[in-house]
């Protein structure tokens, strides 16, 4: 009997010893182990007579129950003054700067270029890309534009050959659509177009958005309804549209559309220049000769086309006051565009 | 185009303020983009008299001037001018009154000058905003002295002349009608529900030229499908008269004498370009219109001379040139001072051969600039009447007979027959889509000069001649919109039409996939032109058949550094970081997805390959590696896991550059600026780049995810070292362990580790971490038994194959 109370006492000293929860653990193992001492007095109850056995077991067992308990009792105080210190340890000035882990954004073309997809996708629209190097056929001849068309000089146009050179509007895709699908048609052509201008307010190369739709019993009214809702979901949901006559030669009648101005409300302002209005985009119903170059019965279809230019309805939008910002691509202003 | 107020109320009534007529020619079409009153900067300016003039008592250059204002009362006003006098009548600036001062406006108060109170200012003509156009002796320097007639105390501005408006208006490409006074003027009559006493299409032309020993040929009729001449008598060459010079001050014209000023004040007036030769030289009686010969030559009237090609049309005498068709007359055929008999033209030429000449020869004018917009055929007869009435008003000439029965030289007069159209009033409102009641659509088209037929649901229209640009139904909609208003135009969405589905193909959504793949690594979006400078690719050091050389030039580019298209995007994104280096952006990451510009031959022949490119670049903080973790996980999210070979480019580091593979295909370069170029851009970061061929990768896309079994059973890791020669890659060692055992999966490198003294020379340690897998079908898990027979198995092929020694 008494060997037991000397096991227990001295696996209680040398539990009270160990420091840390490794070294209680080992203690533990000597022990309990496999190898250890309570392990090796069951191993020795074979040379105890029988009857005394159960007596025997009982108290090896009562023993085990003794030593676990104490062991979890000394394993928790250890593992709580462990924990305490490594939190002690572990802190950190909270105040330092934080790792950089920074997303790049995008820029502010590409955010309103995916901004009007998504509003006209909602109406059906799908979005097709023409190349941006044309030929004259279908960036001016069949817009209704002939080489000796006034609206020629409306745009100064980069020549790469007598026939080939830099899209002047996305327009042109209009009739690559139109010539490969028949209405209904609903589309979006978005993309990068060139004109020779450069100054503070023009740049040689920027983005437009076309849109256009052909169908049976188009009219003005549509176009207005359309607009309407797309001055409403990109400026504000109070927005209102003024429509007033205008030019391009594949469009009769031609409009240019003015929202009203989201910054004041239409009361006037220094944005919209005190006038109320802003002017956003050139519209119009797709001139007859047009549909006819695309094999498209103009008695039958009509149909409404609208062109914007990216870059003036981003600067409108977040008040990017230069257009060259959007071409010098400096991080500082990228950065801006955060998601 | 410049209208002043004062003009067009000639040709209409306009009983509204100059800024609600403003609003109604915006809302009918004709965009004002200023609307300038001259007299802004002059207020408060009145006629005086001086009643005397005494001599400063404290200063020898300044008399000090008592003036009769009338109702403003007697005023004492101390001046520096010398051309002052009693009994003079001079613009006085009262206290408070404002005056133009040097290109701004001064502001005139009481003052004391040296002692003496003087109560305002004598004004000259300068101060006022005017020349001798304006008021005879506006230029004089000194005091403007005025009419001894001029009302005392009455305000200046309408005195000057500067009591008006000028209106300068857009005009859109399809209006040239609308390129002179009366063409607005007809437009202002419109909206305003008024007649106008302009523009009724002339008397047509009865019978042939009378002969008057003089003839004129138009070789050319496609070039010139309308001449009209005709001769003045007794011209007296004087100035014109001051209202006549005003005029064209207010539209920016120079005023030269009575018959050229005439020339000038038609196209302004009517819209068409004149011209007046000295009858004495032109020679052999006759005119004729032809193409020039190759290397003739032409001294215009601004002694400018210019050598010719066949496509330029000139205006010949008898013999030589007299005139650049359309653009300007030859300096040999002026008219001078003694000049008595004019040959009036009025002639419409061809606006593309007008344009192209004028391109080409770089000599511009008002008449070409003029002819370029479209002279229509009928103008010529209208303007030579008007100049003829002009002459006989302003008395400087006789017509050669009375000016409404002209001798005219009409030739190739044309059909001047009125268009028709005929449509329906239902057509009009289906372009629309309101409902226009019939009557409002009869009185637009007539206010507009059409003469309307009404035969119950159709109608029929005869088109005025000036009006070029109405072809049919769809453009009277326009016209009877644009004067019914658009605010009648209610918003309907599409009522009839088909439901279509939108949305982005996958294609486009791969790419919105891609940026946001690459936006997400820190890399933001930039945006460069397509076009680019040649000197980029000496700058990247390409050599001459480099196939990036082979660009599309620009013919007529902004200047020689946007003068090609791109044919990589590296040299634009490079030009971004040098920009960003130098603002003192010491780090960051930038990335563009555009088209580059492949020709399959030059000079094109076809259109080019636009080819999407992706470019990478990051600079200041992070590395190679970065860089190239960024490449891996962009093209990991489509699914590629992409190799990289040692490579060389002419513009990166020889020893830090790296082909990227997406299996076979060769999909883009990667590697450090070449510290060569860094240096030449002053540049001390290091800047890393990598160009992907986006259209490449797209090939290899992957598009559908197909789900794989997880393993049965834990994968299990083991580390290797193992000591090689220093020429072993990475992608080496990994290779020869993947193909030594079926079961490791994965072989990544953790460590290179370096020290000649205990690896020896030319040697290094590479650490792997490799781990095995049983398989998503085996029965039972790997033993560390059969982990180990593993392990052998690639020691021993390391050793084999790369001369590797387990460390």
Not at chain 1, 150 to 157: E, G, I, S, V
Not at chain 2, 417 to 424: H, I, N, Q, Y
Not at chain 2, 748 to 754: G, I, K, S, T
Request: charged share 30%; glycine share 8%.
């Amino acid at each position: 009997m008494e060997q037991f109370e000397t096991i227990f006492a001295s696996a209680a000293e040398e539990a009270a010893k160990a420091e840390t929860s490794r070294a209680l653990y080992e203690v533990r193992m000597q022990y309990l182990g496999r190898t250890g001492s309570v392990t090796a007095l069951l191993k020795g109850m074979r040379e105890i007579p029988a009857e005394e056995r159960p007596a025997y077991g009982k108290k090896i067992n009562d023993l085990r129950e003794r030593l676990e308990k104490m062991f979890d009792g000394r394993d928790a105080e250890v593992k709580e003054r462990e924990l305490s210190a490594r939190l002690r340890e572990e802190a950190v000035d909270v105040t330092m700067p934080g790792r950089k882990c920074e997303e790049g954004t995008l820029h502010p073309v590409t955010r309103v270029r995916n901004e009007l997809i998504d509003i006209f996708s909602g109406m059906g629209f799908e979005v097709f890309e023409g190349p941006e190097i044309e030929n004259d056929y279908y960036n001016f001849t069949a817009l209704n534009t002939p080489a000796d068309h006034p609206a020629r000089d409306m745009q100064d146009t980069f020549y790469l050959t007598d026939e080939f050179l830099l899209r002047t509007q996305t327009s042109a895709g209009q009739i690559r659509l139109m010539e490969k699908k028949k209405p209904p048609i609903k589309m979006l052509s978005p993309g990068r177009v060139f004109r020779s201008d450069d100054d503070a307010t023009h740049s040689p190369m920027f983005h437009q958005m076309e849109g256009l739709v052909v169908d049976r019993g188009i009219t003005l009214c549509d176009l207005r309804g359309m607009l309407d809702e797309f001055a409403r979901t990109m400026f504000s949901a109070t927005s209102k549209t003024r429509l007033r006559p205008s030019y391009f030669p594949f469009t009769e009648p031609s409009v240019e559309v003015d929202v009203s101005c989201h910054l004041c409300g239409g009361k006037g302002c220094s944005l919209c220049k005190g006038t109320g209005w802003i002017e956003v985009l050139g519209a119009g119903i797709v001139n007859r000769h047009v549909l006819e170059n695309c094999g498209i019965d103009p008695d039958e279809y009509s149909g409404f086309a609208f062109g914007m230019g990216i870059e003036r309805i981003a600067m409108l939008k977040y008040g990017i006051n230069n257009i060259k910002l959007l071409t010098e691509n400096d991080v500082r202003f990228l950065k801006q565009f955060r998601d | 185009m410049k209208v002043p107020f004062s003009w067009l109320k000639d040709f209409v009534e306009i009983d509204l303020s100059p800024e609600a007529l403003e609003e109604r020619l915006f809302s009918c079409g004709f965009e004002v983009e200023e609307l300038i009153y001259l007299g802004k900067d002059v207020e408060n300016v009145v006629v005086g008299e001086i009643v005397s003039c005494e001599k400063h008592p404290d200063a020898d250059r300044l008399t000090v001037c008592k003036v009769d204002c009338g109702a403003r009362g007697e005023k004492q006003i101390v001046t520096a001018a010398t051309n002052v006098f009693v009994g003079a009548r001079v613009p006085v600036a009262l206290d408070g009154a404002t005056v133009k001062h040097e290109g701004g406006v001064q502001k005139i108060k009481a003052g004391k000058l040296r002692g003496i109170l003087s109560e305002g200012m004598f004004c000259s003509g300068e101060e006022l905003g005017i020349s001798d156009d304006f008021y005879e002796g506006a230029e004089v320097n000194g005091i403007l002295i005025l009419d001894e007639n001029e009302d005392l105390g009455s305000d200046i501005r309408p005195i000057v002349g500067i009591d008006d408006y000028i209106f300068d208006i857009a005009v859109t490409a399809n209006r040239p009608d609308c390129q002179s006074i009366l063409g607005i003027a007809c437009e202002v009559a419109a909206v305003l529900k008024k007649p106008h006493g302009g523009f009724l299409p002339p008397s047509p032309y009865e019978g042939a030229p009378t002969d008057v020993g003089f003839s004129v040929e138009v070789r050319e009729p496609a070039l010139c499908p309308r001449y009209l001449g005709s001769f003045v008598k007794d011209v007296k060459i004087a100035p014109s008269p001051r209202w006549l010079r005003r005029r064209l001050a207010l539209c920016g014209m120079r005023s030269v004498n009575n018959l050229v000023d005439i020339t000038n004040y038609i196209l302004l007036e009517v819209g068409q370009p004149m011209h007046a030769f000295d009858r004495r030289y032109l020679r052999g009686d006759r005119i004729v219109v032809r193409r020039a010969e190759a290397g003739e030559k032409i001294v215009t009237l601004d002694e400018k001379e210019f050598s010719l090609t066949p496509d330029n049309l000139l205006i010949c005498d008898g013999e030589r040139p007299v005139a650049l068709a359309g653009v300007m007359g030859g300096l040999n055929s002026e008219i001078r001072e003694d000049t008595t008999e004019v040959f009036f033209e009025a002639a419409s030429f061809a606006r593309d051969s007008v344009r192209k000449t004028s391109r080409a020869l770089g000599q511009r004018s008002d008449s070409s600039a003029r002819f370029e917009k479209g002279v229509y055929p009928v103008l010529p007869h209208y303007g030579m009447q008007r100049a003829l009435w002009l002459v006989q008003k302003l008395g400087c000439g006789t017509p050669t007979d009375k000016w409404f029965a002209p001798n005219f030289c009409d030739v190739q007069a044309g059909d001047l027959a009125k268009k028709k159209v005929r449509t329906s009033y239902e057509a009009i409102d289906s372009v629309l889509g309101i409902r226009v009641p019939k009557e409002e659509v009869n009185a637009i088209l007539t206010r507009l000069g059409f003469e309307v037929s009404d035969m119950g649901a159709s109608f029929e229209v005869s088109v005025p001649l000036w009006r070029e640009d109405i072809d049919g139904y769809p453009d009277l909609a326009e016209e009877i919109i644009r004067m019914y208003d658009y605010e009648h135009i209610t918003p309907t969405f599409l009522e009839n039409a088909t439901v279509t589905h939108g949305g982005l193909t996958s294609a486009q959504k791969s790419e919105e996939k891609f940026k946001r793949a690459v936006q997400h690594r820190g890399f933001s979006e930039a945006c460069n032109y397509s076009f680019c400078s040649p000197k980029e690719f000496d700058l990247f050091r390409l050599p001459a058949e480099a196939p990036e050389r082979r660009a599309v030039k620009i013919l007529n580019p902004i200047g020689e550094d946007l003068s090609v298209m791109r044919t990589m995007l590296m040299p634009s994104m490079l030009q971004n970081v040098v920009r960003n280096v130098r603002r003192g952006n010491e780090s960051g990451r930038l990335f563009e997805l555009a088209n580059v510009y492949l020709p399959k031959e030059l000079p094109l022949k076809e259109l080019p390959e636009e080819r999407r490119h992706a470019v990478l670049a990051l600079w200041g903080e992070g590395d190679f590696f970065d860089l190239k973790g960024a490449v891996e996980g962009v093209l990991g999210d489509f699914g590629i896991k992409p190799s990289f070979a040692r490579a060389e480019r002419p513009y990166l580091h020889p020893g830090i550059t790296a082909e990227i593979s997406a299996g076979e295909e060769c999909v883009g370069v990667l590697g450090e600026l070449h510290p060569a170029i860094a240096e030449e851009l002053a540049l001390e970061k290091k800047v890393f780049l990598a160009e992907l061929d986006y259209a490449a990768l797209r090939e290899v896309f992957a598009e559908d995810i197909v789900y794989r079994n997880l393993p049965a059973f834990p994968d299990v890791r083991r580390d290797l070292a193992v000591v090689v020669d220093e020429k072993v890659t990475c992608a080496e060692l990994e290779a020869c362990i993947l193909r030594a055992c079926k079961s490791a999966v994965s072989a990544e490198l953790f460590d290179v580790y370096r020290d000649p003294a205990r690896l020896g020379e030319g040697k290094k340690s590479m650490a792997v971490r490799i781990t095995f897998t049983s398989g998503a079908n085996a029965e039972k898990g790997l033993t560390p038994e059969a982990v180990d027979g593993f392990f052998r198995k690639i020691v021993g092929n390391l050793s084999h194959l790369l001369g590797a020694e387990l460390r």
